[in-house]
């Protein structure tokens, strides 16, 4: 059987969702997946960006990561997506990728893709898990499977016991727990393809 392939698709303004993201993509090389990891489109002005010192640093940091395409999706047996919480909803940058895939959703290419989420937010109680739960919402009218960690594993509950997708507070560093949220990362990511390729073996 050929390879599980992994698209994690994500938005990240001062970068924590990057690293989320990278995380992700490292755990499904672990395991032999085909594995791209994407940003979507920034849509905020330049003069925004620059007035924010971690915001610009990240932007230049990230400048060679390939932008997401809806051809990604179309190539990929499996999706992680990767969103910091805004007000308790995904971030308007990838609201805007998802809602551009009405072609695609129409003639059935998204149906059985195996999906999974991941978000951060600056406080404990920032809306994560309603983030993650929004983009599930999309995920089923897409007619995805859609693949959350649960309490599958005791490395859920130390990095902060989301059932739904990894979720991190940022610590005033700025900075998530990277030891705790790198290995819940890497179960979930693990647990998807898992998923995705029993069913690619159907």
């Not at 739904?164 to 705790?180: F, H, L, R, V």
């Amino acid at each position: 059987m050929s390879k599980v392939k992994l698209a994690v698709i994500y938005y990240s303004m001062t970068g924590n969702n990057y690293k989320l993201a990278s995380w992700a993509g490292e755990a499904a090389l672990d395991v032999g997946a085909q594995v791209r990891v994407l940003k979507v489109s920034e849509l905020a002005l330049q003069s925004v960006i620059d007035a924010n010192p971690a915001w610009k640093l990240n932007a230049e940091h990230t400048e060679d990561v390939p932008e997401a395409a809806l051809s990604d999706l179309e190539w990929a047996d499996a999706i992680i997506f990767s969103s910091p919480s805004r007000f308790g909803n995904i971030a308007s940058q990838l609201k805007q990728f998802i809602d551009l895939t009405g072609g695609l959703w129409f003639q059935g290419k998204l149906a059985n893709k195996v999906v999974s989420a991941m978000s951060t937010a600056n406080i404990s109680h920032g809306g994560q898990e309603q983030t993650i739960l929004h983009l599930y919402t999309t995920m089923y009218h897409w007619g995805a499977i859609v693949v959350a960690p649960g309490y599958t594993d005791p490395v859920l509950m130390e990095a902060g016991g989301n059932p739904y997708g990894t979720s991190a507070t940022i610590a005033e560093s700025g900075m998530i727990d990277a030891e705790k949220v790198q290995k819940a990362v890497a179960y979930q990511t693990k647990r998807t393809l898992e998923v995705a390729r029993k069913l690619k073996a159907v």
